[in-house]
């Protein structure tokens, strides 16, 4: 089955820790993207990834940080930096950049929660 | 700023009744427009997008929408709604000349028997 997979389902962590929230995709798509929901605020931009090798923070990138040395992987660390990590993490992918008006697909999403 | 609004936080319809779930924009250019279905504890699922053309389109499960580029928006639509629709809804606009999408806040709709 071609998707995208995120894992854990579920993550705990402790407060001044480093965790990696995993997202793999086999649909062959250039562009990935990570996506943070909290209630009743949508979805929020972390970082987007066009090509391998590069990619670009958006709109909350404040205590993430991210690679993309392959084309189906796009791991997401969520550092100590990040006071208030709590939250449902989503992952992202779509074949060309969003500008070509491609939709973009979801992973089934990691909860994260800082015990 | 840009920005999507979902001005309604919940949508209440009987089932078998006509749903409407609203969305209005501000973005630069032209947008592109989508909508993404989410049941609990899933990810998004994609339903429905305007590119170009006819403002009415068609999406999955019966869903509908129409682009009103005067008034900025791009609401959701269904005939007749199922108990089986019941979930939340997020509306999602790309900038012209942007890569990324800005989403809105999401509106649960509830569908009672």
């Known amino acids: 089955d071609g998707g995208i997979t995120q894992s854990p389902k579920y993550l705990f962590r402790k407060e001044g820790q480093n965790v990696t929230l995993s997202c793999e995709q086999n649909?062959?798509?250039?562009?990935m993207y990570w996506y943070r929901q909290d209630p009743g605020q949508g979805l929020r931009l972390i970082y987007y990834?066009?090509?391998?090798?590069?990619?670009q923070k958006g709109d909350i990138a404040e205590g993430y940080s991210v690679s993309r040395e392959k084309k189906e992987s796009f791991p997401l660390t969520v550092t100590s930096a990040q006071k208030n990590p709590t939250a449902f993490y989503l992952c992202?992918?779509?074949?060309?950049?969003?500008?070509?008006?491609?939709?973009?697909?979801f992973g089934q999403g990691t909860r994260l929660t800082v015990v | 700023a840009q920005s999507v609004a979902q001005p309604e936080d919940q949508v209440n319809v009987a089932e078998g009744n006509p749903l409407t779930v609203k969305c209005t924009y501000s973005?630069?250019?032209?947008?592109?427009l989508f909508w993404y279905v989410q049941y609990p504890n899933r990810g998004l699922q994609f339903l429905l997008k305007?590119?170009?053309?006819?403002?009415l389109v068609k999406g999955s499960y019966g869903f509908e929408a129409e682009f009103n580029k005067s008034q900025t928006s791009f609401h959701l639509k269904k005939p007749s709604a199922l108990v089986s629709d019941s979930a939340l809804y997020f509306c999602?606009?790309?900038?012209?000349?942007?890569?990324?999408?800005?989403f809105g806040a999401g509106t649960r709709l509830a569908v009672h028997p």
């Open positions: 305007y590119i170009t053309g006819d403002n």
């Open positions: 649909l062959n798509h250039d562009a």
């Open positions: 990834s066009q090509i391998v090798n590069d990619f």
């Open positions: 992202a992918s779509s074949a060309r950049r969003v500008t070509d008006g491609t939709e973009a697909f």
């Open positions: 999602a606009v790309r900038p012209g000349g942007y890569n990324k999408l800005i």
């Open positions: 973005v630069s250019g032209n947008p592109y």
